[in-house]
């Protein structure tokens, strides 16, 4: 297994690693980005995920699964977006996935090397932007009328002293297409986007700070909102449109059946949907600045009302 570096694996899943847009890498992150539990241990098993290894809640899970199996061993997150991440299972290069797409989850075990093992939790999606909100955005408004209002915006002349008013990170990842299914269910042709629609590439953590730097409105997940006010590096940003099922961004546990069999592997992954987790979940980021969980349990599809950010904050 190598560990240190990138490589690019492209067409390994059906229409996965191909793509219209230019902007998206097929390279694979390989390379670990944590170790949870003692580094001189032998490695069990690594885990893929993208965005919620930044929260910490990746660790929480992984140090207290090593600690309630007698320890003696470590386990390593590697960074990815949610596609590769199921690429990099396909590959072996990790024996756990948690991936945010059921469509490419689907695609994976109707194509006979993945099962989805559990359902972690539920992280969402959100509309934010600048506080002086120039296109107008209804607050907790309809997410269709919130993208369509930007759009109208951008291409008006009002806007033409304030480029860049959207921001796409446009890397491939759950939150680009979900922007992109956004755009469609408003109406919007992104041909007419070409200056007021700018594409930043980077982590979620990191596209949002760009957001915020810059003063555009970007879809971004509420687990990195939430973890960026906890870090107070926001200067501007708010939250505009959450909750409903357009927004929903479910976590699901994936193993490689086809792979060597790797019992730690699965027995973390079917630790993941158990009560005790769910427990876990539903309690992390109570703590935090925003005091409200950062995610809702598997079976809870939104956050309740007390729980949003606009009541928060």
Request: with cysteine; hydrophobic share 40%.
């Amino acid at each position: 297994m190598d560990t240190a570096r990138t490589q690019s694996i492209p067409d390994l899943v059906h229409g996965m690693a191909k793509n219209e847009y230019p902007g998206v890498s097929n390279l694979i992150h390989t390379r670990a980005s944590a170790t949870y539990g003692d580094p001189s241990h032998p490695l069990a098993f690594r885990l893929g995920n993208g965005g919620a290894g930044h929260t910490g809640i990746l660790r929480l899970l992984c140090e207290y699964f090593i600690a309630s199996r007698g320890g003696g061993f470590c386990i390593e997150w590697v960074s990815n977006h949610s596609r590769h991440s199921q690429i990099a299972l396909l590959g072996d290069v990790v024996q756990v996935a948690l991936t945010y797409e059921p469509e490419y989850e689907d695609l994976a075990i109707r194509e006979g090397w993945a099962r989805r093992v559990a359902k972690v939790f539920n992280d969402h999606f959100i509309l934010v932007g600048p506080a002086v909100n120039p296109a107008g955005v209804v607050i907790d408004g309809w997410i269709k009328a919130a993208m369509k209002a930007i759009a109208d915006y951008g291409c008006s002349s009002d806007s033409k002293h304030n480029n860049g008013i959207f921001q796409t990170r446009g890397d491939g990842s759950a939150t680009f297409y979900k922007e992109l299914a956004l755009w469609d269910l408003a109406g919007v042709d992104l041909s007419s986007a070409n200056f007021w629609r700018v594409t930043k590439p980077g982590t979620p953590y990191e596209a949002l700070l760009h957001a915020d730097h810059t003063g555009a409105y970007i879809i971004t997940d509420r687990a990195t909102y939430l973890t960026a006010k906890r870090d107070n590096v926001l200067v501007g940003t708010v939250p505009f449109v959450e909750g409903g099922p357009e927004l929903l961004n479910p976590c699901s546990a994936l193993v490689n059946i086809k792979a060597p069999h790797n019992a730690l592997a699965r027995d973390f992954a079917s630790w993941l949907g158990t009560q005790e987790v769910q427990q876990m979940v539903a309690k992390y980021g109570q703590r935090w600045s925003v005091a409200t969980p950062i995610f809702s349990p598997a079976e809870q599809q939104d956050m309740i009302r007390a729980e949003r950010l606009r009541a928060k904050l």
